[in-house]
């Protein structure tokens, strides 16, 4: 996220939900227009289930859910952080500025989206279960419809 050179902790809150209401606008203006997409975030059930369940009933959509177990999400998320100082510029990520500072914070619950709809889950923990292979067909069967 990139508003008028400020970090994303300098925001006023009420921009986080014009991106939020921007990325769906966004997301519906492709479907609507006939273009395929594959829209990415940490989507929790409860923050976005509001804005999915409209597209599902409009869409063709599937949801890929790649999971691992926690502390292996925050130590990789963590490593991102690091490894690109200018990413907390645009995310805002608490867990990298608290490691720098050597803090560790509490792993949050993550609630993924439970929707009525294709779903593949994908555990990430060395590489991909099942194979990306896999993931391209499922992909597939869904683009091309029933």
Not at 24 to 47: N, P, T
Not at 93 to 106: F, M, N, Q, S, Y
Request: proline share 10%.
């Amino acid at each position: 996220m990139n508003a008028a050179n400020s970090s994303h902790g300098e925001l006023p809150s009420a921009v986080n939900l014009k991106i939020y209401d921007t990325f769906f606008e966004a997301i519906d203006l492709m479907l609507s227009s006939g273009i395929s997409l594959v829209a990415e975030a940490a989507f929790q059930h409860e923050l976005w289930a509001p804005k999915l369940e409209p597209l599902c009933r409009r869409y063709r959509v599937a949801i890929l859910i790649c999971s691992v177990d926690p502390p292996t999400a925050r130590a990789r998320f963590i490593e991102r952080g690091l490894a690109d100082p200018a990413r907390e510029r645009f995310h805002g990520d608490r867990p990298v500025h608290a490691a720098k500072d050597g803090i560790e914070l509490p792993i949050g619950k993550y609630i993924p989206p439970s929707l009525p709809v294709p779903t593949i889950s994908v555990d990430t923990t060395e590489g991909y279960d099942p194979s990306l292979e896999e993931i391209a067909s499922f992909v597939m069967e869904i683009a091309q419809g029933p």
